[in-house]
């Protein structure tokens, strides 16, 4: 693997872990020029694309680069480091596949990637709320944001920080 600081093609694996229930294998490598380290991940290739039914009814590969970049919207200027929003994704995936099998609503794949943010970041989660639950007028958005109050209050003190 080449080493993405110096271009030296020497490395060794430092640490390899399986995640994502045995389907990903995360790699500690460091690098034998520079000593830099950096991770590699590797996973099977998705020969079974799983299909994505829009709300039109028309069907879409599954493209995980753009669940990536929807939740990295969402967490835009937020405390989630880049690994937090990996582990999201794969988390997100591994829920996704236990589901459904070939095909999946969009709205479905939604109402998961909204659990996982609203563990995650509450803000990320209204962000992510107020596009994928399609809210009808303002009115409906308040009340979510309302109940994500309530439940981060309940939570404690620090997590209650909605808008800063
Ligand atoms: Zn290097």
Redesign the pocket.
């Known amino acids: 693997m080449r080493?993405p600081?110096?271009?030296?093609d020497q490395d060794k694996v430092i640490d390899s872990r399986a995640s994502d229930g045995g389907r990903v294998i995360r790699r500690r490598r460091e690098?034998l020029?520079?000593s830099?380290r950096f991770t590699t991940y590797e996973r099977i290739e998705e020969t079974v694309r799983l299909m994505v039914i829009k709300k039109d009814g028309s069907r879409v590969p599954y493209d995980r680069s753009k669940l990536l970049r929807g939740i990295q919207q969402a967490c835009y200027k937020r405390p989630v480091t880049a690994d937090q929003l990996t582990q999201a994704v794969e988390q997100i995936e591994d829920d996704i596949y236990r589901a459904f099998d070939r095909e999946a609503e969009s709205a479905e794949i939604g109402r998961i990637v909204s659990a996982h943010l609203q563990r995650l970041d509450q803000v990320a989660y209204v962000r992510f709320a107020s596009v994928y639950k399609d809210f009808r007028d303002a009115e409906d958005f308040l009340d979510e944001v309302r109940q994500v109050i309530a439940t981060s209050k309940l939570q404690g003190p620090g997590q209650g920080k909605l808008f800063k």
């Open positions: 080493c600081f110096c271009d030296a690098c020029k520079c830099r």
